[in-house]
């Protein structure tokens, strides 16, 4: 049973100069930025169509050109036909679908690939967050490169707020990433960042890749809490078997990233685009008008369907 539980991390002072910081107190909602919203979904047929509606809402009041990108991760429902029709009343919807499932990362990544806005917003489609909170976050974009969200309270079962609890202190000391929440999907970058980091992961380890790369790369870090809410329909797709391969993956994960510096090897590190989408039957549906920035008058580009290289 899902109860609330508050983040242990909350009492935690995370402020450094130059590092990590915690946002705090009221903000203007307007951002003179272009705005991509990446929703991944599986399985969300009972979902979708409210996550999209409040997606656009959001969108529409904080950014004059935005668009919202849907991907459907090879789900068994009518997800991806639910985004279709959506997209058909609202051309600023796009839908990403992949004909198998490649996992929450392969899903992110497209979506990322495919967005043009200045600022790249995403978050999951369960609604278990309020989108309208992303208002704290638009308007220090000036001065940080990331904002990442953290649950103050989880509406999630005790045994996996504890797990949470744990993995976070685990990334923090490995990576020396003094977030509070790695795994909340609340985060909003710059778009250069996105680019810059190389995503490699296909599944839900990518949320500590990220953290562990724009820590790396010392890309500047605002944190903010948000609110949690219990799921309105269907159900997780994360399983407690997950944690023995993610903690494995942390392993190599840090072995790629410092192991080069420890043996004395020159490391790479001027920024590489992450357009690495090896493997994956991506179909993108196509709309007549997709274009992000249609308020402002610029010329739209057709994107095609993205596939491996």
């Not at 009972?46 to 959001?58: P, S």
């Not at 704290?136 to 001065?143: I, T």
Request: hydrophobic content about 40%; glycine content about 6%; some cysteine.
């Amino acid at each position: 049973m899902a109860i609330p539980c508050r983040c242990p991390l909350g009492t935690v002072n995370l402020a450094r100069p130059n590092d990590e910081t915690v946002i705090s107190g009221p903000w203007p909602w307007v951002t003179q930025s272009s705005l991509s919203i990446v929703l991944p979904a599986y399985n969300e047929e009972l979902n979708i169509e409210g996550a999209i509606d409040e997606a656009c809402e959001v969108a529409a009041a904080a950014a004059p050109a935005w668009e919202v990108i849907v991907v459907d991760d090879g789900s068994r429902d009518s997800t991806a036909q639910r985004v279709a029709r959506v997209s058909k009343r609202q051309p600023r919807v796009h839908l990403i679908s992949f004909a198998e499932n490649q996992g929450y990362g392969s899903a992110l990544r497209a979506g990322f690939h495919a967005a043009r806005g200045d600022l790249i917003f995403y978050t999951d489609s369960d609604r278990q967050f309020d989108l309208s909170e992303l208002r704290y976050f638009l308007p220090v974009m000036d001065r940080t490169d990331v904002a990442i969200g953290f649950r103050v309270y989880r509406y999630d079962p005790v045994l996996r707020c504890l797990l949470s609890w744990v993995y976070n202190r685990l990334v923090s000391a490995v990576f020396r990433a003094r977030v509070r929440d790695v795994d909340c999907s609340f985060k909003l970058f710059r778009r250069e960042v996105l680019e810059a980091i190389d995503l490699e992961t296909h599944d839900f380890f990518i949320d500590t890749e990220m953290v562990a790369k724009v820590r790396k790369w010392n890309f500047r870090i605002l944190q903010k809490g948000v609110k949690h809410y219990p799921r309105r329909a269907g159900e997780s797709s994360v399983r407690a078997s997950h944690i023995p391969r993610t903690l494995l993956v942390v392993a190599q994960m840090w072995l790629r990233m410092y192991l080069p510096v420890l043996v004395g090897r020159r490391e790479r590190i001027e920024p590489v685009c992450p357009r690495r989408l090896a493997g994956q039957d991506i179909v993108r549906q196509q709309t007549p008008t997709l274009g992000l920035a249609q308020n402002q008058g610029l010329p739209v580009e057709p994107r095609e369907a993205h596939g491996g290289e």
